[in-house]
């Protein structure tokens, strides 16, 4: 019998501490706010909470959190740059703490955002937890892709391709990989002890996308919005457990 629960706490306990980062953040999440100041204050919090940020230094990134704004869809890099109202930003958060790592995403409105874009962000939110729903014991991965993807073409947008959510432990990026789109019969079997990040990214008008000049950021391919967000899940006891939360954010 393989002892995984040992793992799974760790990653909660982290992901918890993901969690209540972007709800540190969600109190300064409006207009006039520099990115810069965001990244100051994710770092803090989590090196306060005796964690380190997932994200900084690994694979040389240069920052403790990603900020894709408006068309950015992920891996956006803080910079000197401020929110403007009617803006929507995905912050993506990770922390590394007792040598494993914890993944997760939310998309926030900033002010007052359109009609198309409060629509974004809830059918993204939605597909989140409809790939969640569909992450059960013995299904395929690709089960999980499916049904996110499913969802979105019903509503008109568009799931990205290219990148993908993927298990989480030791690395933060580890196999399975997890495509938000595909064939539900293909992809490993889902067992006990398996630790997930699912991140459905969602665009406007097309799934095609581009890397920015930085390197760094993916963007539409038509410069219209995307939205983001990520849970990291466990399959413990023949179940599926969320071992983040959205709870701790402000709803504005």
Request: overall charge positive; charged content about 20%; glycine content about 8%.
């Amino acid at each position: 019998m393989i002892n995984y629960k040992n793992k799974i706490n760790i990653i909660k306990k982290n992901a918890i501490i993901s969690s209540k980062t972007l709800g540190v953040l969600s109190e300064y999440i409006k207009p006039g706010i520099n990115l810069l100041f965001l990244d100051k204050i994710a770092k803090e919090y989590i090196m306060d909470n005796n964690a380190y940020p997932a994200f900084l230094g690994l694979y040389n990134y240069p920052y403790s959190i990603c900020t894709s704004l408006n068309y950015e869809i992920a891996h956006g890099l803080p910079r000197d740059k401020y929110l403007n109202n009617g803006d929507i930003i995905s912050i993506d958060c990770g922390v590394l703490k007792n040598k494993y790592y914890s993944d997760i995403a939310y998309t926030f409105p900033v002010g007052n955002i359109s009609k198309t874009n409060k629509k974004l962000l809830l059918y993204t939110k939605k597909s989140l937890y409809i790939g969640i729903k569909s992450c059960i014991l013995g299904n395929n991965i690709g089960y999980i892709g499916y049904s996110i993807n499913k969802y979105i073409k019903k509503k008109k947008l568009y799931i990205v391709k290219d990148l993908y959510g993927h298990g989480i432990g030791n690395k933060l990026h580890e196999n399975p990989i997890i495509p938000n789109y595909g064939n539900k019969y293909k992809g490993s079997i889902i067992k006990n002890g398996m630790t997930l990040a699912i991140e459905p990214m969602v665009n406007i008008g097309t799934n095609k996308i581009r890397l920015s000049k930085d390197k760094w950021t993916y963007i539409t391919k038509n410069k219209k919005n995307s939205a983001h967000f990520e849970h990291n899940i466990a399959i413990i006891n023949n179940k599926t457990k969320i071992l983040s939360t959205f709870k701790y954010i402000k709803k504005k």
